[in-house]
């Protein structure tokens, strides 16, 4: 049996189908002709860019933005003016190949985010090999693998799945997707997730060990790879298969249901986006509004600072879709582990504990100014909730209140409208939990971000794999520390929402619900699956249930008292 990380849910049985990449020979020569190298460039850009558009074309019929939008960037990187001239000055100025001089550039490039912990970035890198690598086989003229043509049943297994590879695959044949590298947010998985094809990405030597056309079992909800298996165990899984689907579909029928408990009490349930290309699957999946935009993401996936102008557009247009329903943006959360590559950060001892969040908004308040006169300007075009990530002062959120109010009286004073927003901040560090009371006197909402708050009271890295032991949302500090805070919240009658990944566990979403948290804020996949559990169950009995825990003692006695009680 082979482990790999699960990035798209469900179960497959079928023989494996290896894509084997064929190594593309970059070495560098001389060439007699600068001219028509760079001739042989712009045909193989050319050729490239039809390729995706065909592409493109073809996903239209059969996805939806989301994955069109990954072959615009595509296209948008093959047609790069300002890679395509690196590109020519190399052969220009070292008379190189093509291949050569296409691969030393895109390495260069890639090499800038290699030390970046993000994820999205990582994909930015791993997209500009993609289309760098199409470019380079154009030129060479080596053809690519045609997984279109597949007619039979296979679990396609290989090094690294591209989105274009992803993209061209029919369902009804391709039930899985297998790879060494990749992670839950490539483009390989989005898309899997689309297709609902079962997908396992970090399977270490996996192409060492899986064989053409032998049957296997992909258990993508627990990560396993399954070789070798009885009868038994086989018919075990064929029944998972088809209780899996009447499940799904079963849940696909909640979508239109309003999240009430059986008891009558009303929870919102909002979207996690990271940009407007979000906010089509956030509707499809009817959630109430956005909890939580990371506005980060507008920032990390370019060379240079966006501007006002182009962060007040992409703000526009998510509040224009939800509008008249509430869009909490979140300040830029920046610094620490996730540097801006184009800016200079100084290196920290301790990035976590270091100049990041807030802390980094008020350091480089030009780049905060910005982008709330971003924010202001576009708050008349829905309902505006701006929010403060790693606020754990007061003064910190008297001061960031000021400069909004600062802001706005300038714009007013040069004729420019602005609508009516709240100011809220995220509780994700224990300072700010345990003076949740005097916060409330100043803050419109509270957001509670538990995948940061859990790292800061456990005091365990969330990056470190090693201490994945002690992400453990039961913790009786970690339930303490909501309790207080929606205490404080109702003191003060303001709200309380979650937008950690806590919120998107059905099971800790029920207790969150019994702490008196009013909204939850999700990956947008994980709505229904969190409705289905709100419908089930009362909101009496989760209030008494999440009481009683408060007084257990241990973690492992939380999550019994949840399993025997949550229906
Ligand atoms: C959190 O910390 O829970 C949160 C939602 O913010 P992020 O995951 O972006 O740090
Ligand atoms: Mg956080």
Do not use: W
Request: net charge negative; glycine share 4%.
């Amino acid at each position: 049996m082979l482990k790999g990380v699960p990035a798209s849910m469900g179960y497959a049985i079928a023989p494996i189908l290896k894509i084997d990449r064929q190594t593309i020979d970059t070495t560098k020569f001389t060439v007699k002709n600068i001219k028509t190298e760079i001739a042989y460039l712009h045909e193989a850009i050319d050729k490239t860019v039809s390729q995706l558009e065909a592409l493109k074309l073809k996903n239209d019929q059969t996805f939806d933005h989301e994955t069109s939008s990954i072959f615009d960037a595509h296209i948008a990187i093959a047609k790069d003016p300002e890679v395509i001239k690196q590109v020519e000055d190399k052969i220009i100025k070292e008379t190189c190949n093509v291949a050569y001089a296409v691969k030393s550039v895109v390495l260069k490039v890639v090499d800038m985010f290699k030390d970046i912990e993000d994820e999205y970035l990582k994909q930015r890198a791993s997209d500009l090999l993609e289309v760098s690598d199409r470019i380079i086989k154009n030129h060479l003229d080596i053809e690519m693998i045609d997984l279109e043509k597949i007619d039979h049943e296979v679990i396609l297994a290989a090094h690294e799945i591209t989105a274009s590879e992803a993209a061209m695959v029919n369902p009804k044949y391709v039930l899985g997707f297998l790879s060494e590298v990749g992670g839950k947010n490539s483009h390989s998985s989005i898309i899997a997730r689309l297709l609902g094809i079962p997908a396992l990405v970090g399977v270490k030597d996996l192409m060492k060990h899986v064989k053409n056309d032998e049957k296997v079992i992909l258990d993508a909800e627990e990560g396993k790879l399954i070789r070798s298996y009885t009868n038994d165990l086989e018919s075990f899984y064929q029944n998972k298969i088809t209780n899996y689907v009447l499940e799904k579909h079963k849940l696909e029928s909640l979508i239109g249901v309003k999240p009430y408990t059986t008891d009558g009490h009303h929870v919102e349930l909002l979207a996690n986006i990271g940009s407007y290309q979000d906010v089509k699957y956030a509707k499809k999946q009817n959630a109430y509004g956005v909890g939580l935009f990371r506005t980060e993401l507008i920032f990390l996936d370019r060379y240079e600072l966006p501007s006002e102008d182009e962060q007040y557009h992409e703000y526009k247009k998510v509040l224009e879709s939800f509008h008249p329903q509430p869009v909490t943006i979140r300040t830029l959360d920046i610094g620490g582990d996730k540097p801006l590559p184009y800016l200079k950060h100084q290196d920290e001892l301790n990035p976590a504990l270091g100049i990041r969040g807030i802390r980094f908004s008020l350091v480089k308040d030009d780049m905060l100014k910005t982008q709330l006169k971003a924010l202001l300007r576009a708050s008349i075009h829905g309902h505006l909730k701006i929010m403060f990530p790693m606020i754990s002062t007061k003064e910190e959120f008297v001061k960031v209140k000021r400069m909004v109010k600062n802001i706005e009286k300038e714009l007013i004073e040069d004729n420019i409208n602005v609508g009516s927003y709240e100011l809220g901040v995220m509780i994700e560090v224990p300072s700010a939990a345990l003076i949740a009371d005097q916060l409330a006197s100043v803050v419109d909402f509270f957001s509670i971000g538990t995948n940061d708050l859990i790292q800061y009271t456990l005091a365990a890295d969330r990056l470190n794999s090693k201490l994945e032991y002690l992400n453990q949302p039961y913790h009786l500090s970690i339930l303490r520390l909501i309790h207080m805070v929606t205490t404080a919240a109702k003191k003060a009658n303001i709200k309380t929402a979650v937008c950690g990944e806590m919120a998107s566990d059905p099971i800790a979403a029920c207790l969150l619900i019994g702490l008196s948290v009013d909204e939850l804020s999700m990956t947008s996949s994980s709505i229904v699956k969190v409705k289905d559990k709100i419908l089930k169950n009362s909101y009496e009995d989760l209030v008494k249930l999440s009481h009683k825990i408060l007084s257990l003692t241990s973690d492992i006695a939380v999550v019994h008292q949840l399993k025997k009680h949550i229906k």
